[in-house]
């Protein structure tokens, strides 16, 4: 149970607000949340902070990188109701969370040493246009598609359905056609197909792809992914030592 808040040092909502950049109505919003404990109030009605508050938000602005604006809110709040175990089971989930999100990096990280350790072999066949006798300057069709990779046109529908190939199709034929972007895709679909990977793990690497616009850029989001995670575990665990600062000051 927390201590009498009227008891030493007296703060004003301007002085928690100048120590962190804040607003003083953010201070009270704060309180209003429950991410800060209630304060007291003076003869007049002002709120009289201590610096057991100042400590509250000490913690809370340190969990936010780590955890996000609501789990850190819940955080705090359980912890005001006198709820420490489900603060606890919060932060157990957000660290989770935390370790899933490295998992899927990892996955995406060996399907693109797969794409990498067939990768001369698909700049090979790239700059052989695999001699698509249906290609023209605006994409090649299934057939075509299909007998240079090797593989059958219900396969490319296949994969179509499952979102690995995006083909437009012809307005006057209704044919679908492929073009660059459709050919490179349906090459990495191929190779890693061939390396045992399924559909639905082809799919969100196919998408980051495109959204990196080629492998190259993709390799950088990687490592700007890798970063992101590590700075979150960071500050996990200054945002673990901030709150239990403050637990500790609760008693």
Not at 181 to 202: K, S, T
Request: positive net charge; hydrophobic residues 40%; glycine residues 10%.
């Amino acid at each position: 149970m927390a201590r009498n808040l009227q008891n030493g040092e007296r703060l004003r909502p301007v002085d928690l607000a100048r120590a962190h950049g804040l607003s003083t109505q953010a201070v009270r919003n704060y309180e209003e949340a429950g991410i800060l404990p209630a304060a007291a109030r003076t003869p007049h009605g002002y709120r009289a902070y201590t610096p057991l508050h100042a400590a509250a938000l000490r913690a809370f602005l340190a969990l936010l990188p780590g955890h996000g604006h609501r789990t850190a809110t819940a955080i705090m709040r359980a912890v005001h109701q006198d709820a420490v175990d489900e603060a606890f089971r919060l932060i157990d989930e957000s660290h989770a969370q935390l370790l899933d999100d490295r998992r899927t990096l990892q996955a995406v990280e060996r399907a693109l040493g797969d794409l990498e350790s067939t990768a001369a072999a698909g700049r090979e066949a790239a700059s052989e246009p695999v001699a698509l006798s249906g290609a023209g300057p605006d994409g090649t069709f299934i057939g075509p598609l299909a007998r240079g990779l090797g593989v059958r046109p219900a396969t490319l529908r296949k994969w179509e359905r499952a979102g690995l190939v995006r083909p437009r199709r012809d307005p006057r034929t209704g044919y679908r056609v492929y073009d660059e972007a459709d050919v490179r895709d349906a090459r990495l679909a191929h190779q890693l197909r061939r390396g045992g990977h399924l559909l639905e793990q082809i799919a969100p690497l196919i998408a980051q792809v495109r959204a990196a616009g080629g492998l190259e850029p993709l390799e950088a989001a990687l490592r700007d992914w890798h970063g992101r995670l590590s700075a979150r575990g960071r500050a996990m665990l200054s945002g673990a030592a901030e709150l239990e600062a403050y637990l500790r000051e609760r008693g």
